[in-house]
């Protein structure tokens, strides 16, 4: 198995400059050189070509979708990435971007895995719609777009389902949530372990939860990490940062469980934005949550093999 390694310099799903230059970043910090010295192989699938856009066309195609059609296009490049990888048996690392690269990743995932499951690490709901979004920023939306609720543009991108079923998605760290969102989570079939809730049971128990809950549930898991789950302290280069978040060390324990538990197919680290970081610090911690996790990646396939 091999680490497929795609960027995606997107950053119009924010709305903010900056994410469309965090590839680069990781790159220029010998990502690939990092993940090699862990023992796996790279493919180094390059950056997603993402189409030009300037201010006039932000609401050329929805007054409450910026750059939808912009999205659409990096999104669905994505996808099929995504899809040859894990149809291929390997495994994908995507480094974004703003989160509405979740979109692309999850369509590409679930048409490679059945039954997939979404973990989704995020301060924010990112299950916006049109209709909810206070900013029409499309980064807030792609959970709720994944399994089904939102523009169909957006739900039926790539491929014209549904791509994760709602009962199968589990967010972890939300304390910024928007009002259209906090209805839609009080009517939803997925799990929401808000940051109060994660404080409440402390993570461990919410690790537990989360692994004896995808059992016997799903085929391989999705992750999509967003480092604004991180308490903005420790992380400030994103771009939407909020208080009260994760400690590096709840951040790592999350991943390198679900790494070691052998459900994991896929990762997105998104929202780096070099442009707001402080002394490199949100890069630093990208950098070794993503070397934690992949550690315990090669050793849960080492286990494997001489079982
Ligand atoms: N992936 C993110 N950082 N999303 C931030 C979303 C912020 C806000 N809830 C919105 O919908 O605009
Ligand atoms: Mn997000
Ligand atoms: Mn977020």
């Known amino acids: 198995m091999k680490i497929n390694l795609i960027g995606v310099p997107l950053n119009l799903g924010a709305d903010k400059l900056g994410s469309n230059l965090a590839p680069k970043t990781y790159r220029e910090a010998n990502i690939i050189k990092i993940i090699k010295s862990i023992g796996f192989e790279v493919k180094d699938c390059g950056d997603v070509e993402v189409l030009k856009a300037n201010e006039e066309d932000k609401y050329k195609h929805h007054p409450n979708l910026k750059y939808l059609n912009e999205v659409i296009d990096a999104n669905t490049k994505l996808a099929e990435k995504i899809y040859q990888s894990l149809s291929n048996g390997d495994f994908a690392l995507v480094l974004g971007g703003d989160h509405s690269l979740g979109l692309g990743s999850i369509a590409g995932a679930s048409r490679a895995i059945k039954n997939i499951g979404v973990v989704w690490i995020d301060a924010h709901g990112d299950i916006n719609t049109h209709l909810t979004s206070p900013t029409g920023n499309i980064h807030g939306m792609p959970l709720a777009a994944s399994f089904g609720v939102g523009h169909e543009a957006l739900v039926n991108l790539y491929e014209e389902r549904i791509k994760v079923k709602e009962e199968n998605v589990f967010h972890i760290a939300g304390r910024d949530l ?90 997105d680290i998104v929202e780096l934005n070099p442009l707001l970081d402080k002394d490199n610090k949100t890069l630093n911690i990208a950098i070794d949550i993503i070397k934690n996790t992949l550690n315990k990646l090669k050793l849960s396939l080492s286990n494997e093999l001489s079982a």
């Open 178 to 267: 928007d009002k259209g969102e906090i209805e839609l989570i009080n009517k939803s079939k997925g799990q929401f372990y808000t940051m109060d809730k994660v404080k409440e049971l402390g993570i461990e128990k919410v690790v537990e939860d989360m692994l004896n809950y995808f059992k016997d549930r799903v085929d391989a898991i999705h992750v999509s990490f967003d480092l604004d789950s991180i308490d903005s302290l420790f992380a400030p280069g994103t771009g939407t940062p909020v208080e009260n978040g994760l400690s590096v060390d709840d951040a790592k324990f999350i991943l390198e469980s679900l790494a070691s538990s052998g459900m994991m197919c896929s990762l």
